[in-house]
């Protein structure tokens, strides 16, 4: 399995980004599969899941800002990321919400 995470960089506050995550080895459809972001001394949060029939579900944090979604034909998941705060800074990964494999992630950072 490799989910290769991309698509960050620098933003400023009130931009938009939208990291990709590409999956070999597994179907990102038939897996429930999370965003997730790591700040340093803070532990690992999800962000943003999307169940294998499409429903999607948010932290408080990123709800209205944020939208996950899937390409099948691509094999690919989507963060789409808007309106973003300097506290959005991390480094994000996406995974299946069962596993505990953590593949590279894209750092993101929002500064001015």
């Known amino acids: 399995v490799q989910l290769q995470a991309s698509g960050g960089g620098l933003v400023q506050p009130g931009g938009s980004l939208r990291l990709s995550c590409a999956a070999t080895?597994?179907?990102?459809?038939?897996?429930?599969m999370g965003w997730y972001r790591q700040t340093p001394g803070k532990q690992r949060e999800l962000v943003a899941q999307m169940t294998t029939d499409g429903g999607a579900d948010y932290a408080d944090s990123v709800r209205g800002r944020f939208t996950i979604s899937r390409d099948h034909a691509k094999n690919t998941m989507y963060l789409q990321m808007s309106s973003l705060k300097p506290e959005d800074t991390a480094v994000y990964f996406c995974?299946?919400?069962?596993?505990?494999?953590w593949g590279p992630g894209t750092l993101v950072t929002v500064s001015s």
């Open positions: 080895g597994i179907n990102v459809g038939a897996n429930q």
């Open positions: 995974k299946p919400t069962w596993s505990s494999y």
